[in-house]
């Protein structure tokens, strides 16, 4: 088993910035995507929205609402994906969950692993 654990949000202004970070421990030999969704008040788990993914290789891909105001970045040898948020918008309100693709000790495909969620409010 693998598990996911999130830090940073909170609370910021308009404008403002704030960091996530999410790290994975158990039985990993590599993880292959990593990615942050976001799940707006009231939606539902299946109306996850992609915030931003990087590959194994480092490459990003960023959801057009996020793009030149969110960052992405990985660290392979702490198993660890962050998201730095500049410029925030009210709209940019979500739980905020990580992603990982792993490849597990003994296990033959990659698994999917999510975090437990963190909040981010950004008021106006």
């Known amino acids: 088993q693998v598990q996911l654990v999130e830090s940073g949000g909170g609370l910021a202004q308009t404008g403002g910035s704030l960091s996530l970070s999410c790290t994975a421990s158990?039985?990993?030999?590599?993880?292959?995507?990593m990615s942050w969704y976001r799940q707006a008040p009231g939606n539902q788990r299946d109306q996850r929205e992609l915030v931003a993914e990087i590959t194994s290789s480092g490459r990003p891909n960023y959801a057009g609402s996020v793009k030149g105001r969110f960052t992405i970045s990985r660290e392979d040898d702490k198993n660890s994906v962050s998201l730095e948020m500049n410029s925030l918008k009210p709209e940019d309100s979500a739980v905020y969950y990580c992603?990982?693709?792993?490849?597990?000790?003994?296990?033959?495909?990659?698994?999917?692993?999510w975090g437990q969620g963190t909040r981010v409010t950004v008021s106006s």
């Open positions: 158990g039985r990993i030999v590599a993880i292959d995507t």
């Open positions: 992603k990982m693709e792993v490849r597990e000790r003994l296990v033959p495909l990659p698994q999917t692993y």
